[in-house]
């Protein structure tokens, strides 16, 4: 069988440049950057009281079926209620909501209660017991699958039940533009909010991008 040589990305002609610069070991850490940071809503069922913890080290792990994780200390107050009610619900925020992202991470549900006092909306789930953040506007409906003891965080495994956007999101075609969200991302201890887009899945083979890019 032949093969087609391989015709990589289309780059314009630049300068000669001196290359990328030289490398230094760094000690060994979650660097991955960047990250979502999310709230998670727990509880408000089965006597443990609704609660909102900020949550960095989450991630996407299976397309089918739709599933999630997120690893949490079980020093946390929120780690119980997710052991025992085995639900949540990952909140996306804009970036308005960064103060509240950041307060939920320093504040605790033993001390505090985090709804009433950020005056964040809960608002009644479709799957789960535990509420939704009406101002948030993506939220995933989460059940716990599997958990898994890794070190300092356990790692809860769920499955996406059902997603709620916001009807603002949708345009009159009735697709999700999630770029209007306004979403934020967590990179190496900061807040930081997204920059325009560069391009769409694909858009390095699809035919015409090249001399798109050309025209300007
Ligand atoms: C940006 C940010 C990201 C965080 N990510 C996590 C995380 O992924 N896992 C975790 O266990 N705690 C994380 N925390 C810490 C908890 O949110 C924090 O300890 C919170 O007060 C716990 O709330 P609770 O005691 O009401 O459950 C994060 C805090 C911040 C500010």
Known sequence: MTRKPAS???RRKAPAAPGPPPKRAWKPGNLLAPVPVVLV??????GFPANLITIAWVGTVCSEPPMLGIAVRPERFSYPILRKTGEFVVNLPGRELARHVDWCGVKSGRDVDKFRETGLTPLPATRVSCPLV???PVNLECRVTKTLALGSHTLFLAEILAVQVSAALLDAKGRLALENAGLMAYVHGEYAALGPTIGRFGFSVRKGTAAR????
């Open 8 to 10: 990589g990305p289309r």
């Open 41 to 46: 809503s727990c509880g408000g069922s089965r």
């Open 134 to 136: 009406a101002e948030c």
């Open 213 to 216: 890019r050309k025209r300007g």
